[in-house]
């Protein structure tokens, strides 16, 4: 529909729409088993070689959500380690900070005192990730997230803890972790090949596209702190896997409880994405 600029489905009628889902790998996909409270997922696959989308289902199609932490690795870390800010062994004061009237707390409002920026990743701690995000400033932060297919319009510190206006899709959360497994190039992962006309003209092609985001040395660092996240930190749940994995959580919601709960995790060759939550927020 947004393709062709239609209004509806309906006309759609007489197009052929052709996509990369893999049938076989489509069907072993599960659907997650969901808890009273969170009645709706997106679950999908990438091959990250060709930039698209091979596995796919939603219960509500493609909705705009604030990505959370999961938004750190692409928005703040990667950005302060290519700009040479900061490396994994830098060292963070984490305690609670009051930024001129925003104070971020850490999950469970537990603090850690120095800590490196690799274990502040892996651990997703907010104070350490604000006060990156705060030394490398609003134009840099928003300069690489327009390189990785995202824009947003509010201009404070919660961008770093992944508070994006007007949220994104998550198919541009997968694409905006694709430089780490392509040294460093930006792909936006696609699932719809092309279309055809019913009168059987191509009218749509899909191209993969690239764009030098960050250095391969700094998809290095990222690599490894995101292997250890999955190995022993918010996402260490994959660390039973009998292969290496790199992965990032991310939650978001409010003083009633979380509204959404991301993972992101990735090999060399593929990306698999989970969200639950509700339509309704």
Same mark, same amino acid.
């Given at each position: 529909?947004?393709?062709?600029?239609?209004?509806?489905?309906?006309?759609?009628?007489?197009?052929?729409?052709? +996509?990369?889902?893999?049938?076989?790998?489509?069907? +072993?996909?599960p659907t997650p088993t969901i808890s009273n409270t969170a009645r709706d997922f997106i679950a999908f696959v990438t091959d990250n070689s060709v930039g698209k989308i091979i596995a796919y289902k939603s219960t509500i199609g493609q909705i705009r959500r604030c990505p959370a932490s999961a938004a750190k690795p692409w928005l703040v870390y990667a950005p302060a380690i290519e700009e040479r800010y900061v490396t994994e062994a830098t060292k963070i004061l984490d305690e609670k900070t009051d930024f001129g009237g925003y104070?971020?707390?850490?999950?469970?409002?537990?603090?850690?005192?120095?800590?490196?920026?690799?274990?502040?990743?892996?651990?997703?701690?907010?104070?350490?990730?604000?006060?990156? @995000?705060?030394?490398?400033?609003?134009?840099?932060?928003?300069?690489?997230?327009?390189? =990785?297919?995202?824009?947003?319009?509010?201009?404070?510190?919660?961008?770093?803890?992944?508070?994006?206006?007007?949220?994104?899709?998550?198919?541009?959360?997968?694409?905006?972790?694709?430089?780490? =497994?392509?040294?460093?190039?930006?792909?936006?992962?696609?699932?719809?090949?092309?279309?055809? =006309?019913?009168?059987?003209?191509?009218?749509?092609?899909?191209?993969?596209?690239?764009?030098?985001?960050? =250095?391969?040395?700094?998809?290095?660092?990222?690599?490894?702190?995101?292997?250890?996240?999955?190995?022993?930190?918010?996402?260490?749940?994959?660390?039973?896997?009998?292969?290496?994995?790199?992965?990032?959580?991310? +939650?978001?919601?409010?003083?009633?409880?979380?509204?959404? @709960?991301?993972?992101?995790?990735?090999?060399?060759?593929?990306?698999?994405?989970?969200?639950?939550?509700? @339509?309704?927020?």
């Amino acid at each position: 529909i947004e393709i062709l600029h239609k209004e509806n489905a309906e006309q759609l009628n007489g197009y052929k729409i052709y +996509t990369s889902v893999n049938r076989d790998l489509q069907k +072993t996909l599960p659907t997650p088993t969901i808890s009273n409270t969170a009645r709706d997922f997106i679950a999908f696959v990438t091959d990250n070689s060709v930039g698209k989308i091979i596995a796919y289902k939603s219960t509500i199609g493609q909705i705009r959500r604030c990505p959370a932490s999961a938004a750190k690795p692409w928005l703040v870390y990667a950005p302060a380690i290519e700009e040479r800010y900061v490396t994994e062994a830098t060292k963070i004061l984490d305690e609670k900070t009051d930024f001129g009237g925003y104070s971020p707390s850490n999950y469970g409002d537990k603090y850690y005192g120095f800590i490196n920026v690799k274990d502040a990743l892996c651990k997703s701690l907010n104070v350490p990730a604000v006060k990156i @995000a705060e030394s490398l400033g609003s134009e840099k932060i928003r300069y690489y997230a327009k390189k =990785s297919g995202v824009e947003y319009t509010n201009d404070d510190l919660s961008v770093a803890l992944g508070n994006l206006s007007g949220g994104i899709t998550i198919f541009q959360l997968a694409s905006a972790y694709s430089p780490f =497994s392509r040294g460093g190039d930006y792909t936006d992962y696609s699932l719809i090949d092309k279309i055809v =006309s019913p009168k059987g003209k191509v009218i749509f092609e899909a191209k993969e596209t690239y764009e030098k985001v960050f =250095s391969r040395g700094t998809c290095d660092v990222i690599n490894d702190m995101l292997y250890e996240t999955a190995k022993s930190g918010t996402a260490k749940k994959l660390n039973t896997l009998p292969f290496a994995v790199c992965a990032k959580t991310g +939650t978001g919601g409010n003083k009633n409880g979380n509204t959404d @709960a991301y993972c992101v995790a990735y090999t060399p060759d593929y990306t698999v994405v989970v969200w639950l939550g509700n @339509a309704d927020g």
